[in-house]
């Protein structure tokens, strides 16, 4: 493909102005349009069929039509997000926004670690048909810009950020996403790293993603417990409402090849969690550990040489030039063997000292042939096969369930080979009591160990990742593996992965309790049983707390009013739940209700440890009063009714329209999670943050065909002028899923438009 940017493209769109959106079309050069339009395609073609709620079925009969196609999609409904993607990526934003200091660091981050030797080695290391994937999708996405100039959304219509890209551009794209939430966690402290800076002026270290960026549940059940004999798959990833990291329900086939519809978050060209005809999985965000710290011992009087071993090692000093608005500002970057120099005021490079990271995925070249591999398994063990055969998924465990009843739990990614002895041996700076591991990095014993199992040097062999493959059901909800299954709990692995023996998040216990009481009932699952784990929306911290907090509550006459209030909610928080406004409050105010369990935590009985508050304890009582009383104080400053429903408290606005969102906070015991923050000005939870997002809920009929139904949260475009930028969001409001299109006659059935792009 090295003609790409010669070649010539002719166009064929539907986006006529005589039509509407949602108008339905015939194309094909003007003959009316049949289903086996696009079973005749040609190889310099690809289809890309529009469903409701601008959903695309992108088909192809090669990679490189395939990836064209599925650029042109994405950027139909995303374009200016995916743009300033890449200019993220390319280390542009001082140019084009602002010679802020936000903006040189990420510029100067980005520049030094997406180096141009960094992106040759990940080119090469793809596959042939990756390599065609990515070819196709750079030259598609060159064409829509160039095709629709003048013509994009408002928030980004002639913006002089929008350019072509390359396939190196792309290749930046890839490796960003993968250290988002580790070396990207400490932009600031890479890009102004310098030795001998005053403890003042450093930042204190954050290397953890917390629970306004991701996180996610997932349960596969299998076929010793479902009505039809088969697997049913419930995904639920929780990201964030707005930016790059939202997701995008899309359709791609490749006939004989693969036959895959999910959500591929936008800056990404596979599909990261849905189905084919016979598998449906999801991810989770996983506790293991992407990285560790490394502290390495400098020689003495020279703060740009560290020891190794007996040999010493310069640290290399990158310079960049950011260009900004402002003219040109100069940075330097210091890099070492194990990766970039990190300086805060916990990790300060001193005389004698200076504290580097090592992020797994910056050395992940395997994401694209990971997710083929799994696009192509057609049970869970061939999944779990592709899982440790690239062991390329970037921060997630993977749940999934197939057609003949399998399910699976898997943390099979890009793991650093990090063993407890190695952590005994080696660990520095153990004082800290947080999950961070920081290694003697002058001792090359104590980088990560070389198996020749793992697919890459430094990744931690499969055969020491946790994974279950069950008839019964495995369940996800950020905790670790552990009680993926309780009846099968998975013990003895690495610290790095995750704890095992350890309290539970009120979100892990809430979904294994909803598990639990299907079980005890002796009901099979079926879809809907499933579907409303979630849509039920129950708060299961109310379940086991409010009953103590309400015989404290009715003692205190000054708070009779919210006492009869929350003895009557359904201590669910759909939109009509009304006492979830005041509950929440009490929950965000109480932060030391933890102090006040009456059962402690009992490894023994973890679905159901700790519970009841010692409301026999004066403390306690007060700290309840106390707590409720200000939650009401708050409400009424803020002209918030005690029994104002919770959809007219935590709401989005689109175009005007003020839109319920049921669902409440993880923290609290929300299985239905939606992340907000008490806001008076704007009256009351609102805007969103992250949490329920793509949402599906997958089995199988009888005659073997998907049946899928989900709901994006927020809609396919984040533009307000795009016909779908709140429709899904309103039937998310109303607890409404759709189905999901992905047989011919369903997508025929469905059928709102069709593009036909020759290239």
């Known amino acids: 493909m090295k003609l790409l940017n010669s070649w010539s493209f002719i166009f064929i769109s539907l986006f006529l102005t005589t039509c509407s959106?949602?108008?339905?079309?015939?194309?094909?050069?003007?003959?009316e349009y049949t289903t086996q339009a696009s079973d005749q395609m040609n190889s310099n073609e690809v289809s890309i069929r529009w469903t409701s709620h601008g959903i695309p079925h992108i088909k192809a009969d090669n990679w490189q039509a395939l990836g064209y196609g599925f650029a042109n999609a994405i950027a139909t409904n995303t374009i200016c997000v995916l743009a300033r993607e890449f200019v993220t990526v390319r280390g542009e934003q001082a140019k084009y926004f602002g010679a802020t200091d936000l903006n040189i660091n990420a510029d100067a981050f980005h520049k030094a670690l997406l180096h141009p030797k960094k992106i040759e080695d990940y080119i090469a290391y793809a596959s042939d048909h990756s390599t065609k994937i990515d070819e196709g999708y750079v030259a598609?996405?060159?064409?829509?810009?160039?095709?629709?100039?003048g013509n994009m959304p408002a928030s980004c219509n002639n913006a002089s950020w929008i350019t072509p890209i390359t396939q190196q551009d792309l290749a930046k794209l890839s490796i960003g996403v993968g250290i988002r939430y580790g070396l990207g966690r400490v932009t600031n402290e890479i890009a102004t790293a310098e030795p001998s800076l005053e403890l003042a002026q450093l930042n204190k270290l954050d290397l953890f993603v917390d629970s306004e960026m991701i996180g996610s549940n997932a349960i596969g059940i299998g076929k010793d417990l479902t009505d039809n004999g088969r697997g049913?798959?419930?995904?639920?990833?929780?990201?964030?409402?707005?930016?790059?990291?939202?997701?995008?329900?899309a359709h791609v086939?490749?006939?004989?090849?693969?036959?895959?519809?999910?959500?591929s978050l936008i800056t990404t060209n596979r599909i990261a969690v849905g189905f084919t005809e016979k598998i449906a999985w999801s991810h989770t965000v996983s506790t293991a550990l992407r990285f560790t710290m490394f502290k390495l011992?400098?020689?003495?009087?020279n703060p740009m040489a560290y020891r190794l071993g007996d040999e010493s090692r310069e640290i290399e000093a990158i310079n960049v030039q950011i260009d900004t608005d402002q003219g040109i500002v100069d940075r330097t970057v210091y890099m070492t063997h194990l990766g970039p120099v990190v300086t805060s005021a916990t990790t300060p490079w001193t005389d004698s000292y200076v504290y580097v990271m090592r992020d797994v995925n910056y050395e992940n070249y395997r994401s694209g042939d990971q997710y083929m591999a799994i696009n192509k398994a057609k049970n869970v063990t061939e999944l779990r096969n592709a899982l440790a055969e690239h062991q390329g998924a970037a921060f997630v465990n993977t749940v999934a369930a197939d057609i003949d009843g399998g399910a699976l739990y898997a943390d099979m990614s890009a793991i650093p080979n990090v063993s407890s002895e190695l952590i005994n041996r080696c660990a520095v700076d153990t004082e800290n009591t947080s999950r961070v591991i920081t290694l003697n990095g002058s001792d090359p014993s104590c980088n990560w160990k070389i198996d020749p199992e793992a697919a890459y040097p430094g990744l931690m062999p499969p055969s020491e990742q946790p994974s279950l493959i069950t008839n019964t059901y495995v369940s996800n909800s950020n905790d670790s593996y552990w009680l993926s299954n309780p009846q099968n709990k998975l013990e003895g692995f690495s610290p790095i992965i995750g704890n095992e023996k350890k309290i539970r998040s009120l979100r892990t216990r809430a979904g294994l309790n909803f598990i639990?009481?299907?079980?005890?009932?002796q009901q099979k699952f079926s879809q809907v049983r499933v579907q409303n784990l979630l849509s039920n929306h129950r708060h299961y911290g109310a379940e086991i707390f409010l009953d103590d907090i309400l015989s404290v509550c009715i003692e205190n006459t000054h708070l009779l009013e919210a006492c009869n209030i929350l003895s009557n909610w359904d201590r669910q928080q759909n939109v009509n739940s009304v006492g979830a406004v005041i509950f929440n409050r009490f929950w965000e105010i109480a932060r030391g209700l933890s102090s006040h369990y009456e059962e402690p935590f009992n490894e023994n009985n973890p679905i159901h440890t700790p519970k009841g508050l010692t409301i026999d304890n004066d403390n306690t009582k007060n700290f309840i009063a106390e707590s409720l009383s200000q939650a009401v104080a708050s409400l009424s400053e803020a002209g918030i009714a005690l029994d104002t429903k919770w959809g007219d408290a935590q709401f989005v606005m689109r175009n005007n329209q003020k839109i319920g969102i049921p669902g409440g906070a993880?923290?609290?015991?929300?299985?239905s999670v939606i992340t907000s923050r008490f806001n008076a000005e704007n009256g009351g939870y609102s805007p969103i943050i992250h949490g329920n997002s793509y949402i599906q809920a997958v089995t199988w009929n009888d005659d073997s065909t998907p049946n899928a139904k989900a709901v994006l949260t927020y809609s396919q475009s984040?533009?307000?002028?795009?016909?779908?930028?709140?429709?899904?969001?309103?039937?998310?409001?109303?607890?409404?899923?759709?189905?999901?299109?992905?047989?011919?006659?369903?997508?025929s059935a469905d059928l709102v438009r069709e593009e036909i792009l020759r290239f």
Request: proline letters at 8%; glycine letters at 10%; hydrophobic letters at 35%.
């Open 516 to 521: 639990e009481e299907i079980l005890q009932s």
């Open 140 to 149: 598609g996405y060159n064409h829509f810009i160039e095709t629709n100039a």
């Open 232 to 249: 049913i798959l419930f995904g639920n990833p929780h990201y964030p409402w707005h930016g790059p990291s939202r997701f995008h329900i």
């Open 297 to 301: 011992d400098l020689l003495d009087g």
């Open 666 to 671: 993880g923290g609290q015991g929300m299985f």
């Open 718 to 747: 984040p533009e307000p002028d795009s016909a779908f930028y709140s429709d899904l969001t309103e039937l998310y409001s109303q607890d409404h899923w759709i189905d999901l299109p992905f047989s011919e006659e369903e997508i």
């Open 21 to 31: 959106p949602d108008s339905k079309v015939s194309i094909n050069a003007g003959s």
């Open 253 to 263: 086939t490749l006939p004989g090849e693969i036959n895959v519809m999910g959500a």
